[in-house]
């Protein structure tokens, strides 16, 4: 059988007829009558076309080869906005763009109609895409599995300043990038009880089943011709579940009752970051995904392989954060009960089989799940899991004889006011590497969070700092710089080999070049001014020093710190001291969790404060502050391409690593910042002279807390803190009173190296060509945040995968 596939030196004309005709086909309308929908979703379609042939060849390829996967399973995924990558994978950009424009279609009015899918809530979700897009781009092969949620991240809006949630009904006019396959589906099961067969095997008989569909979006990679993709399960109820004779009897609620409980699963995304969230439907979310995904891996498997000795050698599957760690009791569960392996071999297979990532250091952020919950919901895996935790005790009793707090310590059930089961834990049990996501988050979590793990299984434990798509966050977000950048190095081979960026150095010294870079800095500020505007109605003087701090809110981000500066620089420029001060535009953005109270309350100061200094006729002129709603990928691509200075200002020991750190240091911006996460990382590479440092490290930190820190005392001594705080607590009195009592992040022990740092950054400003060198050195040194660099190195170290070629 022959397709007519191939699209290579495709024409605008060849491009343009595909348009009509997908609006003629898969529409039924033509140009003249089509709505603005009809048009998006051909176009999207034409576009996606382009990529189908390759992803065919690959999935033959892989096929033929029968080569080792990374299967990667994560909750979440922030993939943003698939036209414009589309676009410029397929290698169609700018034939595209004139096609459309030779149909008198607007390209960037058809992008706007382009949804993120945003299937995640931060760092983590969007850490999962650059990977995904970066395994593709190194030819890696790979599935990326989770849950095609009805309601992604919801959006935000502000009353008062307050934030308010608004539901992501994402594919509302559908999501012409998704293949569905109906017919594939997975059948999950909850509750019920288990019966025991032959030895240690038992059969769950379970009390409620539910049905996983699949559907599938193409993830290509740049520069090759790898199309690998991601499978997002959504939940149905089973065909017949429609009650007909309850609806008949006018129950019409009741009728419905079976499907929508089903497909509750997979409706929302938990818009939670890092707090636990005792939740049933969670864990049922998670248990769904986990099993879905493992049966389409087992179900790969057979179609090369029989033998399951050779499962964990053709199988790994890497565990995005504790979400979907239940997959180890499930895959013990199918080996030992379903397929009748020994209980043994199965756990070894299990073993060599998983790899776990752990993205954080708060303890609140670990999950655990309440026994008796998972009693209910999986009782099979509960079972599975105090099994795999009686054998685990053995071993350590063995290595500590006697040592019952080691045995308390490890235990994968925590014993307190109610028993529970700590996921991290079985999670380094159930993997065969485990790691954290920048070098001295790897490091603290040896030493401190999972410290009697490390010290048990030294080997086990590894480091693999986390990277960011170049394409995405530089190509698309930033094509001015881009532009300038292949121009210099002579060739756009530097986005996929970013250490190449290196070739920039010498045009930091260059007049000429450094004019230039300033140039595009300032057309980005341009842009994200006229955005400004529209969304928030203020407007920003695209020569102020674009100032960014771009994350979800949390405490130990400390935005309240960010907030406390801009109040003493509004008391300093009422006050007429203007001398020192350089016109700045403050950028905010982020999403709080909609039940973190207090980081909703410290988000509404800053709105407050905001309005405070927007409304001022003597400060504005020298200082806007904008808080933009409805932080996403998209925004992301707009704001951190004008950027000039990134706040990395968590207190040191709390950012596991950060990624908005890595994506504005490409772009350009010096950071100011603690040693934290992956900022150690930055300035180690783009030089000390280049970065601001402030603020207590990690030693400095325990030793303050050692002391006992008594936050009054920096209110006693510092004048304009007083000031500052006294402001402040005419918004809300509530916020001063926890910082000047508790105040946990230590906010008030950094405030005066911040403030002290931030007056340094304004004087670096006023010397204009050291600052654009430095900016230069920043995206000439941050090759090393690729996420190719990433996927290199878990390639080497916990994946053991090589690259597969597919002949182009
Ligand atoms: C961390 O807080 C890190 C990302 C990606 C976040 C952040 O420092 O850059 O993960 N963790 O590794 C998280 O979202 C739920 O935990």
């Not at 998983?354 to 799940?369: D, G, S």
């Amino acid at each position: 059988m022959t397709y007519v596939t191939s699209h290579a030196g495709d024409t605008p004309g060849d491009f343009g007829r595909d348009v009509l005709s997908n609006l003629y086909y898969q529409r039924g309308t033509t140009l003249e009558s089509a709505s603005a929908q009809d048009t998006y979703q051909s176009v999207a379609l034409t576009v996606r076309n382009r990529l189908v042939d390759r992803y065919i060849r690959t999935a033959a390829a892989h096929y033929r080869a029968n080569p080792r996967f990374i299967y990667y399973l994560s909750a979440e995924y922030m993939l943003g906005k698939q036209l414009d990558q589309n676009l410029l994978y397929s290698g169609t950009e700018e034939c595209a763009r004139r096609a459309l424009e030779g149909l008198g279609l607007s390209p960037s009015e058809l992008a706007a109609l382009d949804v993120e899918p945003g299937l995640g809530n931060g760092g983590l979700g969007r850490l999962a895409a650059c990977l995904l897009d970066a395994m593709a781009t190194q030819d890696i092969p790979a599935v990326g599995y989770g849950i095609r949620y009805d309601f992604g991240i919801f959006k935000q809006d502000f009353r008062d300043g307050g934030q308010v949630e608004r539901p992501d009904n994402w594919t509302f006019y559908g999501n012409p990038w998704e293949f569905h396959a109906s017919d594939d589906q997975q059948t999950v099961g909850f509750y019920g009880h288990t019966e025991p067969l032959d030895g240690l095997r038992k059969s769950w008989v379970p009390g409620e089943v539910v049905l996983g569909e699949p559907s599938h979006m193409l993830v290509p990679g740049y520069g090759t011709t790898t199309v690998n993709i991601i499978r997002l399960w959504r939940a149905r109820a089973a065909r017949e579940s429609f009650d007909l004779s309850r609806f008949g009897a006018g129950q019409y609620g009741e009728a419905v009752e079976e499907i929508v409980r089903s497909e509750n699963i997979s409706k929302v995304l938990y818009p939670d970051d890092s707090t636990e969230l005792g939740r049933e439907l969670r864990l049922k979310q998670q248990h769904f995904l986990v099993t879905c995904a493992l049966r389409d891996i087992v179900r790969r498997f057979r179609l090369r392989n029989s033998d399951w000795d050779d499962f964990a050698g053709k199988v790994m599957i890497q565990l995005n954060d504790t979400h979907p760690v239940m997959a180890i009791a499930e895959l013990m569960r199918m080996l030992v009960d379903e397929e009748g392996l020994e209980w043994d071999r199965a756990w070894s297979i299990t073993r060599r089989t998983f790899a776990y990532t752990c993205h954080t250091l708060l303890p609140e952020a670990l999950e655990t799940w309440p026994v008796a919950l998972v009693q209910r919901l999986l009782p099979r895996h509960m079972e599975i899991i105090f099994l795999i935790n009686h054998l685990f005790l053995q071993e350590v009793a063995a290595r500590y004889p006697g040592d019952e707090g080691k045995l308390r310590e490890l235990s994968i059930i925590g014993e307190g006011d109610e028993q529970r089961v700590r996921m991290a834990h079985l999670a380094v049990v159930g993997s065969s590497a485990v790691n954290g996501v920048a070098e001295l988050h790897s490091r603290l979590l040896a030493a401190t969070t999972l410290h009697g793990f490390a010290e048990l299984w030294p080997g086990r434990f590894h480091n693999v700092t986390n990277g960011i798509s170049p394409r995405r966050f530089m190509r698309l977000a930033n094509p001015r710089l881009s532009e300038l950048i292949t121009e210099r190095i002579g060739d756009e081979r530097w986005l996929t080999d970013l250490d190449r960026l290196t070739e920039l150095e010498p045009a930091a010294d260059d007049p000429a070049f450094r004019e230039r870079w300033r140039e595009v800095k300032r057309l980005n500020r341009v842009d994200l001014a006229h955005h400004a505007l529209a969304a928030t109605g203020v407007a920003l003087d695209p020569d102020a020093l674009c100032d960014v701090m771009i994350k979800r809110f949390h405490e130990y981000k400390r935005q309240l710190m960010r907030v406390l500066h801009v109040v003493a620089l509004h008391r300093r420029i009422h006050r007429g001291e203007v001398a020192d001060v350089v016109p700045r535009t403050i950028v905010l953005a982020g999403k709080a969790a909609p039940g973190y109270y207090a980081a909703k309350r410290i988000m509404r100061l800053a709105n407050m404060v905001a309005g405070l200094v927007n409304n001022d006729p003597v400060v504005s002129p020298y200082l806007r502050v904008v808080f933009l709603p409805d932080y996403n990928v998209s925004r992301a691509q707009l704001i951190i391409p004008a950027a000039d200075l990134s706040e990395q200002i968590s207190l040191a020991g709390k950012e596991a690593s950060g990624t908005s750190n890595m994506k504005l240091a490409l772009n350009g911006a010096l950071t100011i910042g603690t040693l934290d996460g992956a900022n150690v990382e930055i300035r180690d590479r783009v030089g000390a002279a280049e970065f601001f440092l402030f603020g207590l490290d990690t030693t400095g930190v325990a030793a303050l807390k050692d002391r006992g820190y008594v936050p009054w005392e920096y209110y006693d001594r510092d004048p304009e803190l007083r000031e500052v705080l006294d402001v402040v607590a005419g918004f809300d009195k509530e916020i001063v009173d926890d910082l000047l009592h508790r105040d946990e992040y230590l906010t008030l022990a950094d405030y005066r190296a911040y403030v002290d740092c931030q007056d340094a950054v304004s004087r670096a400003w006023q010397e204009r060509d050291l600052w654009t060198r430095a900016s230069i050195l920043n995206t000439a040194r941050s090759g090393f945040f690729s996420a190719d660099r990433t996927v290199r190195d878990y390639c080497r170290d916990i994946w053991h995968i090589s690259p597969l070629r597919i002949d182009g």
